[in-house]
């Protein structure tokens, strides 16, 4: 199991930036190689909200709003491999590494949201977890409706 450990709150920052964008890259890709509009749509939507995520999380960095708080954090880094795999061929694999990495994202953002004082940056942590976890939610809903 690969793991990183974090010792500032801006490397973890840095971090989730690098794997929105990361995230953004794999959901286009999806979206542009299916024929299917519910699926299509549903990668775009995801590629969207983590456009989204970015930005925010951007801001957040370079206004400094969590300051350079020293941390222990470790992150469990299989979780987010999907984002650097070149090809999966099999749609399952690909939504079944989607919901883990989702899940990564979701448990990353709480943890950092505990790590922090400022209640108004908690609280936009709090809620990209809550949109990464919707996420794997509506990955797992496709999964359910292809059997």
Known sequence: MKKITFDTISDVLRFAISEEQNAIRYYTQQAQSTTNYEKRTLWEQLATDEIRHKAILSNVLEQELLGDKEINLIIDLDQT???????VSDLNEVIYEAIKAEE?????????????????????????????????????NDLNIQK
């Open 81 to 87: 491999e999907i984002y650097h795999s070149e090809e």
């Open 104 to 140: 990564q994202a979701c448990k990353m953002y709480l943890d950092l949201a505990n790590i922090t004082d400022n209640d108004h940056i908690k609280g936009v942590l709090i809620t990209i977890a809550s949109e990464e976890k919707a996420h794997r939610d509506s990955l797992i």
